[in-house]
T-cell receptor, first 109, second 112 residues
Framework: QQPVQSPQAVILREGEDAVINCSSS?????VHWYRQKHGEAPVFLMI?????EQKGHEKISASFNEKKQQSSLYLTASQLSYSGTYFC??????????FGGGTRVLVKP | DAGVIQSPRHEVTEMGQEVTLRCKPI?????LFWYRQTMMRGLELLIY????????DSGMPEDRFSAKMPNASFSTLKIQPSEPRDSAVYFC??????????FGAGSRLTVL
């Protein structure tokens, strides 16, 4: 079953912060985050494993609460280059990676 | 490394025709995934292979779709016969031990 992402879209001014949430109804082994620019393929940002860890990529960080089966992606001091669609991918038994519906992020000057 | 290579990049065909999409994964990667992306349904996992063996094909829409991986460096996704609702971007991705995915550039399919 597909993880649920929220919000579906967000518009930011350069320098503002945003949070994207991802939740699953199934027990998770890991959570992946990818970003896709228009007309391009999704590109890996980070992977979070069991243990409630946090990771960072540039000023983008994420957390994983395995008990709640939720992950959040934090865009801090957003830059124009952060625009794109962000997907969370949840890994369940059998190494199956299922993606959420995506969150479209637009960062304006 | 050239990354994951997909062909063709664009395909326009008529309803009822056979379509074959091809993928060459990154050398050394042992997992290969086929995804379909549409506005309505997002990124859907169709099928994935570990060590050339199909592990889960529950996402394959119907019998018109089939996928093969005859060796570690090549996979195909075939649609026969194609229908307009199959129009989408089809992505192939590979990984080592089903970890971080590297996606190909995608094959944009239009069925008229």
């Amino acid at each position: 079953q597909q993880p649920v992402q929220s919000p579906q879209a967000v518009i930011l001014r350069e320098g503002e912060d945003a949070v994207i949430n991802c939740s699953s109804s199934k027990a998770l082994y890991s959570v992946h985050w990818y970003r896709q620019k228009h007309g391009e393929a999704p590109v890996f940002l980070m992977i979070l494993l069991k243990g409630g860890e946090q990771k960072g990529h540039e000023k983008i960080s994420a957390s994983f609460n395995e008990k709640k089966q939720q992950s959040s992606l934090y865009l801090t001091a957003s830059q124009l280059s952060y625009s794109g669609t962000y997907f969370c991918g949840t890994e369940t038994a059998g190494n199956k990676l299922t993606f959420g519906g995506g969150t479209r992020v637009l960062v304006k000057p | 490394d050239a990354g994951v290579i997909q062909s063709p990049r664009h395909e326009v065909t008529e309803m009822g025709q056979e379509v074959t999409l091809r993928c060459k994964p990154i050398s050394g990667h042992n997992s290969l995934f086929w995804y379909r992306q549409t506005m309505m349904r997002g990124l859907e996992l169709l099928i994935y292979f570990n060590n050339n063996v199909p592990i889960d094909d529950s996402g394959m829409p119907e019998d018109r779709f089939s996928a093969k991986m005859p060796n570690a460096s090549f996979s195909t996704l075939k649609i026969q016969p194609s229908e307009p609702r199959d129009s989408a971007v089809y992505f192939c991705a590979s990984s080592f031990r089903a970890n971080v995915l590297t996606f190909g550039a995608g094959s944009r399919l239009t069925v008229l």
